[in-house]
Each structure stands twice: as structure tokens, then as C-alpha cells.
């Protein structure tokens, strides 16, 4: 089959055969199928793997195994961390109020907006032409009290950190939940939570090898949450439902390797991002980085100004080239990435915005074949435009 | 229908998925379709694929409601789901291509400025002239793409373009305005079938667009409310959407109205009552504000002057004959290219043999060969030239 150059990993990333493994005896062992809230033998069995997971969560991640509920992805945890908070604090009196940054996935944005039309409130705190969120404008909205403060770790769509530490800290000054959407950190940049105590974190299993359908919220306590499903009482109520046994094996797999690798897959993805940067940044004029003051390292987002983001994931695709458009058109809702308008990026340049996400799985050869066909593409797209070359 | 396609059951789809399916290619040549995420795009590039093109799926993104307009049947993201779906279902691939900039200057633009006019657009013939058959060729050509192919029911044929066969669909009116060297690499699949046929196919193929129900509306204008979307774009005090008075064509006046642009030519509804005939708008004076309204003999008219002109046929000489159908679905009658000497440069003149009822300033006269054969069009200027 002919090769395809995959450099969409931001999106989803192919099982490890780690992973495939690890989850293989659960699909074919007789004994291996309980339901892990029963308490004979084939219950117990599995809910032995179950907790084994949950502590090597804990345990890769620096935090306690209490605190980590396992979810259906990153988008349930992401919803459960914004309204369960929100919901709870009416119980405890309090405003159901959120604050969240202007960049968040919209996993967040989209729940923010659910508390307002339960009648709560929801702040929004902009970034700065880099993508990052300052520790000024965060205070000016904490001095509203809401319950919780969400700031992703990492943008997905142009991989920019944000200094999380301090933003966790401004929190627990004032007494406010931290809730970070970790889903494009993990393996990324290093994840130690027991730098970052208190704070809500969100975690998803498809963006490091593990399959989709599985994801985690971790918590610093079960009280914090008002949970939005209800029923058996799993995970201490927080998220019941009989638990995903075979994602949550294959998550607990994937998070190890993804930390333990981190360095190494991180050095390796630099060099290729840094190299396809650099090689475009020469052969095509008139083309702009977005968010490079400080990024993860896996995460490429550049702007063609002049072309059609959508145009060019065409020709790319037809040259078996994947990757994404740094535009949120198939969403229906705005013409342009909202990440890339809140950071006052130019609608000729979001619109052009092409997003390539790296793994370890990918290597120079990637970068050369895309390389060789983007020069072309663009012009074509921009001469379709009536733009200059 | 016949071929893979139909044979293949969801039984058969584990094990589809399971293997690396190639994409199909054909091999007579390389075809975009437009696929609008309806019926009978969605039938049309099913049909290229079992005829052996090599076909590429395209939905355009018109423009954007943002979260306001919930439930279109078209033009949304529902309808870009459906078109992917399809072409998932056919094997085939399929990009969203985002035009809202371009559809919104050629085609948004220009259909509130025609009704400040006191005109009544057609938006999808420029959206043919201008979005699909020219932006979008462009795609195509970027592409390596022989052909361009679209659900229209039209014959192209030969570098010509012939009504359709169901005459109930027949969609060449909005047609006329495409170059003509986009017509010589025009596919058509749908031009010899029904919609009924069309649908058995769909059903047939077992696509999601089935049962979709037709759009008869602008796509881009929500609930069928074209006022408000001139309301959001022209300013509040545009006199197309202010009160003006409603005249006999002697010049009496006999009431108000509130904005002209809510009036076409040949309409009853929104006029005031009292007359012993039905009255009808006859004529709207945009420099006066006046819609001017009369009993239905004086809707008629013996001649008309087109502009914007666009031949897919050797241009008609002073009095050649034709056949000339002025609104979307009126019978088309015989006329004559005018002798006048008086018509301006880039217009033309038509003497009608019977006299039509409702010519309409904005809509299009598109003019055909006995045969059926498109032969031209232009965007009627006015009526009744030289009375």
C-alpha cells in the first residue's frame, strides 16, 4: 500500500502495540469479562485490573488514585470538571459561576455556555496575540468568585503552553478550582500533578495510543463534583456506569508510556516540527507561525495568508498527505478558528491556518514529502484567490 | 440500477471497514461533483462512479448562520454530513471547500442590491455563472480534473446545454449564464432521469439522502424571510424597506406601502382592497418609492430588453427567431430578436410573438432553440421596450 504521511496526531493517534497487548487477554480470555462492581470471582478479577490501572494513572501522574474518574474522553471529562463544578457550588451556596480562557476546546466553551442556560454564569479570560493567558486578566476575573477557573495546558490547535503552576497558584490564593484540560500535555510537555495541587485535570486516551471512548478526569476530591450522570454508584458516584474495562487497561498503558517517553518523543518532534517550519519558512513567501512564542513541541500551526485552509487540505489529502485546518468551519458555528480570532490573528490568515501535529511515529521523510508538494499547493490556492504567489 | 454498489449490503460493511478499501478510480477521466449533501448531487455522483469516472466530492460552504438558524434542510452542517456520508457509502473522496467570502460578494451582495433596486434576483443563476461553474471549476482544474458534474437536471451535450428530460425539473433556466468552455466539460447524470427515478436510484444505492426532502427555497435565506435578510444588510432608512406610496398606473394614489422591496411584479398579496378587479403590482419605481399597481391586462407585455447577456450558442443576429422564457416556471413562448435601433450596446431586445404576463426586472430571459437546445440568457432589464 502506498505510503500515507499521517501528521494529524492532535486529532487521533493509532493504537501502540503496548496498548494492543495490554487489552488483547480482555477481548480473548473466558474469564476475563466481569463486571468489576460484582463481587465473585470474575467481578473481582477485573475490577482487580481496574484499580491496578487507576493507581498507575495516579502513580505516572503524581497524584492520588482516588482522585482519577474515568470518563468516556476528554470532551465528558472536560464537561464534568466545568458543570459538576458549578452544579456543587450551589449546594454550598455559592454562585454557579465559571470562568474559562477565550482559547479553550470547545468541550469547554460548549459547557461554559450549559451553565449559563442552567441560569449560572460564565466569564471568559482573553490571551494575548501569542495565545497566552495572563495571570493579570485571570485575577480581574477571579475577583468575581466563581467556582472554577479553566485553562487548558495546551491548545490543541496551535500547541501553545500555558504556565499552568502559576495560574494554579493565582487559584489557590483566592480559593478557586483549577481545571486544566491536559489532553494535549500528556506526553507533550512534563505532567507531574503533584506540582499542581488541588487542581482538576483532564486526560483522553486516543491522543496517545489508546483507543477512543475513554478518557479521565482527575479531582482533588469526590465532593468538589456534582456528577451529570447518575446511577449505580460507580467511581464513588462521581461517573457511574459500569466501568469501560478495556479502555481504562489500555489508558493506564498509554499514560506510562506517555510520560515515561516524554522527553524523548518531545526532542524527536521538535526537530521535526522545527525542521518543517524552518524548510516551508524558505521555500514559500509571505507564510506566518502561529502561537511560537511557547508551544509544545508536537504542534505546528501556519498560516498562508492569501490561500484557502480548505483548499490546501485538499490538494494535501489527494498528495496522501493528512493533517487539519486550523479552521473551525466543519463546526458550522464561526467561519474561523476561534483560538486563532481570540488571538487577533487576521481572518486572511486563519483562514489559511493549517494545523501538522507530530508523533514519535514520524520522521524526516514526513517532512520532506511534505515539503515537496506544499510550494505548489499554496501558490495554486492563492492564485485561485487572485493573491499574489 | 445495477453494479457493486447496489449488491453490497450492511451485512457486507464489517468487513468493508475492516480491510483497506482502496478508493475507487476510474478510468474515463477525473470528474468533480458538487454535492450539496441533497438527493440528487448525491445521485449524480453515485452515477459517475458506476459509469467509471474517477470522481472527486466537493461540498462548498456557502455562508454561515452561526447557531441562530436551526433545521435547515440544506446548505448546513447537516447537509455537509449527508454529502460525506454519501461519498463515504460510494468510496469516493469528499473535501468541504470553503467559498463564503466569494458567494457572499457575488451572490449575497448582489441579490440585496437588486431588491434596492426594486429588482427580483435570482441568486442561483450567479451562484451557477459565478460560484459553481467558475470558482469551483477553478478547484476542478487545480485538481487535474477533466470534467465538472453537478445534480442539475440538464443535457450537456457536445459543448451544448438542452432542457432536461422531466420537464418538471428541468433546471436550465438557471443555467444560461455558465461560459461556454466550462459547458464542453459539463457531466449531467441526472438529465435523463425523473426525480422519481432519481429517488428509486438513491434508494437503490441505499444513501442517506434518499428521502431528503426538496429545497425550494434560497438556500441562504432562512424561513423563506428574504426581508429580514435585507433588513441586516441595508441601513434602516433604505428606501427599499420605507414606506412609499402604491399607484394606479394613471398616477393615483391609492395607499402605502411599507418598502417596495416586499413587492414583485405580478403580486396581489399586500395591496389595499376596495377595487371592483384583482389588482396586481405592475411596476416598482425604485426613484419614487411608487409600487404601481393595475388590473392583470396591464401585467402584460409585447417585448422585453435583456442585459448581462451570455451565449452558449453563436449570438442571435436581429431577427432571428427563439424561444424566450422569462420566470423559472412560466410557459416559454416564441419571440423574435428585435430590429430596434435604439437597443444600447451589451443589451438586447426581444419582440415576443404573444404577449407575456409578469415580465419581471431581475429574473432572468433565457432563450432556447425549438429543440430545447439553451442558447443564451440575459437579466431582464425592463419591460415593454419602446412603449
Known sequence: MEHITYLDNAATTPIRPEVRTAIVPFLDERQLFGNPSSS?????????????????????????????????????????AVIGTALAATRRNKRMQVAVSS??????????????????????????????????HVKEVLGQEPAILSVMWVNNETGVAQDVGELASICADRSVYFHTDAVQAVGKVPCDLSDLPGVLVTISGHKIGAPKGIGALII????????????????????????????????????????????DASRHTRLLRDELEGRLCSAIPNIQINGASRRAPHISNISFPGADGTAILMHLDQARICCSSGSACNTGTTSYSHVLRAMGVSPDSARSAIRFSFSHDNTTEDV??????????????????GAAP | MNGGLAERSSAHYRTDMLHDRPERHGTRGRALVAMSGGVDSSVAAALLVQQGYDVIGVTMRLFCYGDQVPNRPCCSLDSISDAASVAARLGIPHYVLDFADRFNRDVIQNFVSEYARGRTPIPCVRCNSLTKFRDLMGHADALGCDYIATGHYA?????????????????TYFLWGID??????????????????????????????????????????????????????????????????????GGEVVGEHNGYARYTIGQRRR???????????????????????????ELYDHSLEIEDINWLSPPLDRGARCVVQVRYRSKPVPARVSNSATVHEGKLALDLIEPVCAVTPGQSAVLYREDGQLLGGGVINRAAVGL
Do not use: W
Not at chain 1, 520532506?368 to 485561485?384: C, F, H
Not at chain 2, 444505492?205 to 434518499?210: D, G, M, Q
Not at chain 2, 429580514?228 to 433604505?238: G, I, K, M, N, V
Open chain 2, 180 to 249: 461556454q468552455a466550462v459547458v464542453q466539460r459539463m457531466l449531467t447524470p441526472l438529465g435523463h432521469l425523473t426525480k422519481e427515478e432519481t429517488r428509486r436510484c438513491a434508494r437503490d444505492l441505499r444513501l442517506v439522502t434518499a428521502e431528503k426532502r426538496e429545497s425550494v427555497e434560497v438556500c441562504f435565506v432562512p424561513d423563506d424571510d428574504y426581508v429580514t435578510l435585507l433588513a441586516q444588510h441595508l441601513p434602516a432608512d433604505s428606501p427599499a424597506l420605507t414606506p412609499g406610496p402604491i399607484v394606479t398606473s
Open chain 1, 103 to 136: 482559547i479553550e476546546h470547545k468541550a469547554v466553551l460548549d459547557a461554559a455556555s450549559a451553565v449559563v442556560s442552567l441560569g449560572g454564569e460564565s466569564q471568559t479570560v482573553p490571551v494575548d496575540t501569542s495565545g497566552i493567558v495572563s495571570p493579570d
Open chain 2, 155 to 171: 443535457v450537456a451535450r457536445q459543448g451544448a446545454l438542452y432542457r432536461g428530460r422531466d420537464p418538471a425539473k428541468d433546471q
Open chain 2, 271 to 297: 395591496l389595499p382592497g376596495g377595487s371592483k378587479t384583482p389588482m396586481y403590482v405592475t411596476a416598482i419605481r425604485p426613484e419614487t418609492r411608487e409600487v404601481v399597481i393595475g388590473p392583470r391586462v
Open chain 1, 220 to 263: 482533588p476530591e469526590a465532593t468538589l463534583i456534582e456528577p451529570l450522570l447518575h446511577g449505580g454508584g460507580q467511581q464513588l458516584g462521581v461517573r457511574p456506569g459500569t466501568e469501560n474495562v478495556i479502555g481504562i487497561v489500555a489508558l493506564a498503558v498509554a499514560v506510562e508510556l506517555a510520560v515515561v517517553e516524554q522527553q
Open chain 1, 368 to 385: 520532506d514529502r511534505v515539503v515537496a508538494v506544499m510550494p505548489e499547493i499554496v501558490q495554486k490556492s492563492r492564485s485561485l484567490n
Open chain 1, 40 to 80: 465473585h470471582r470474575i467481578g473481582r478479577t477485573v475490577r482487580a485490573a481496574v484499580e491496578d490501572a487507576r493507581r498507575r494513572v495516579a502513580d505516572v501522574l503524581g497524584t492520588p488514585p482516588s482522585g482519577v474518574v474515568f470518563t468516556s474522553g476528554g470532551t465528558e471529562a472536560d464537561n464534568l
